[in-house]
């Protein structure tokens, strides 16, 4: 066996990175393998960072040590003595080495016991070479390992920063950077702000109810800037990142601080996160009604034994402050401005009372309400926002402060739920065709004037004042759109199924 020494008071440099392998990297190298290394304390103590490797034989060697390095040893200065043994295998422990490497010879044919039971007690690596090996020629395989992982590192960090810089530069929004985030960690990445909410997740495959579930376990770094914390950036667990999971989670959480500082702060995160939910699930953009659950829960919206409907407001006001105000009357609320209407979702306790007053007071003064059906999960809540917008849509009175729900507008309700149906859509094209044909050969308002006619049943004059003609000319239209159609429009059941056909036109006409 070769003769190993110690020299004493000398420390030698380290990647400043804090970039490091583990011990089960170390014995992978060809150079280690050499030996044919027996693991004696393996397992979770193979998985230690190694940041370095010291070679030392004396029985000193714990004050030299700095933690993370991987000592490697014949242990030809160690003591006989079980006691000291034991004493000397805890100082290696205590100055925090990854493990021990110890090579067998004639004077030490096996690694002492004591030792051994301190390693495994404690969870130290310990391994054995049962053939010489050049300790040299393993130290240069390891730092070369070493400065080779640093120097990927670096070019990974450089990466980081031309991206993250890239996307604050264009004013990339929070949900394209968690995006990115996530794609850089091969890992779910959660935004949240102080209250919890989720501002915008990426669970690259995972369901979004999982990722949330999973949340409390995950990795995470403040979003902060100018001495004030916004929110946080959250990795669930996934692979090692040359670079380190921390920082990427940092470059991360620095361009939505930048971000955070263009938009306003954290009020228009709260408005972005609720948009979101909105535009999912109007546009039914989710596999799995339990995604967007999870997201409502997350914002604290519940649906479970609550009382929850879809309403539209109609006019100009700050969404902000109607949310505000849904707030203080005592309910959960999720709201966001989709083209000229405040949309929003309201949760409340199942015995409250949604009264007309309560809605015009949340909605601001001269504004019309438009309620969907009352829901108790996912599938429920998208129906009754949906009918509450066709409801809108379909509304053609001058603005004011009213309220309209679809509870109040059987055909609506029925439309809304059989808006999927071919057969609804079947009869609509049927019983409109001659009109719509009519319409576009020459640019005629049939369909206007149907749809005024139907809305003020037995009422021609307040339908041809719905219809800004005269009411000559309206009675004119009419007798066109009875031939047109063979039908008799004074009659109560043809009046309703052109109705029917108008309402389900229009809501195919909106989700087009």
């Excluded at 030792?115 to 690596?125: E, K, M, S, Y």
């Excluded at 972005?272 to 604290?300: C, H, M, P, S, T």
């Amino acid at each position: 066996m070769s003769e190993r020494s110690e020299i004493s008071g000398i420390r030698t440099d380290r990647p400043a990175l804090g970039v490091h392998l583990t011990v089960a990297d170390v014995l992978a190298e060809p150079a280690v393998q050499a030996g044919e290394p027996e693991v004696i304390v393996g397992g979770a103590a193979s998985d230690a960072a190694v940041r370095w490797v010291h070679v030392s034989d004396g029985v000193g060697v714990a004050r030299l040590l700095d933690g993370g390095e991987l000592l490697l040893t014949t242990g030809a200065g160690w003591p006989f003595d079980e006691g000291e043994l034991r004493a000397f295998a805890s100082s290696l422990h205590g100055a925090g080495i990854a493990g021990i490497v110890f090579e067998l010879s004639a004077a030490r044919p096996a690694v002492p016991q004591p030792v051994v039971d301190v390693c495994a007690t404690v969870g130290l690596a310990l391994v054995a070479l049962t053939r010489e090996v050049k300790f040299v020629a393993v130290t240069e395989a390891v730092h070369h390992a070493l400065i080779a992982a640093q120097t990927q590192a670096l070019r990974e960090r450089q990466h980081l920063h031309e991206l993250f810089t890239a996307l604050s530069l264009q004013g990339a929004p929070a949900d394209v950077v968690v995006a990115e985030t996530a794609r850089a960690l091969g890992a779910p990445v959660i935004l949240e702000n102080l209250a919890r909410e989720v501002i915008a997740a990426e669970g690259l495959g995972m369901s979004i109810a999982e990722a949330l579930h999973r949340r409390d376990g995950a990795e995470q770094v403040p979003v902060q800037a100018r001495g004030m914390r916004w929110g946080t950036l959250l990795a669930l667990p996934g692979p090692a990142h040359p670079a380190g999971r921390v920082t990427v989670l940092e470059q991360g959480a620095t361009a939505l601080a930048f971000g955070c500082i263009a938009d306003g702060g954290d009020a228009e995160w709260s408005l972005l996160a609720q948009r979101a939910v909105i535009d999912d699930l109007l546009g039914a953009r989710f596999a799995r009604a339990e995604d967007i659950d999870a997201r409502l829960r997350a914002g604290g919206f519940a649906l479970a034994g609550r009382q929850c409907h879809g309403i539209v407001a109609r006019g100009s006001a700050s969404i902000s402050e109607l949310a505000y105000r849904a707030r203080q009357a005592g309910f959960a609320v999720v709201a966001a401005r989709v083209a000229d209407d405040d949309v929003a979702l309201l949760s409340l306790p199942a015995s409250a009372a949604l009264s007309d007053e309560v809605l015009l007071r949340i909605a601001g003064p001269d504004r019309a309400v438009f309620v969907g059906p009352v829901a108790d999960d996912v599938i429920g809540l998208l129906a009754s926002l949906r009918a509450a917008r066709d409801l809108a849509d379909s509304d053609r009175a001058d603005a004011g402060a009213r309220v309209r729900r679809v509870d109040d507008r059987p055909l609506e309700r029925l439309v809304a739920t059989l808006r999927d149906d071919h057969r609804l859509h079947e009869h609509s094209e049927r019983m409109l065709a001659p009109l719509i044909r009519h319409d576009r050969e020459r640019r005629g308002d049939l369909l206007d004037v149907l749809a005024a006619l139907v809305a003020h049943p037995g009422n021609r004059s307040a339908a041809a004042a719905a219809s800004h003609l005269s009411r000559s000319v309206f009675y004119q239209r009419i007798t066109v759109i009875g031939d047109l159609l063979g039908v008799d429009l004074d009659d109560g059941e043809t009046i309703a199924a052109l109705h029917l056909a108008l309402l389900a036109r229009r809501r195919t006409a909106a989700s087009a």
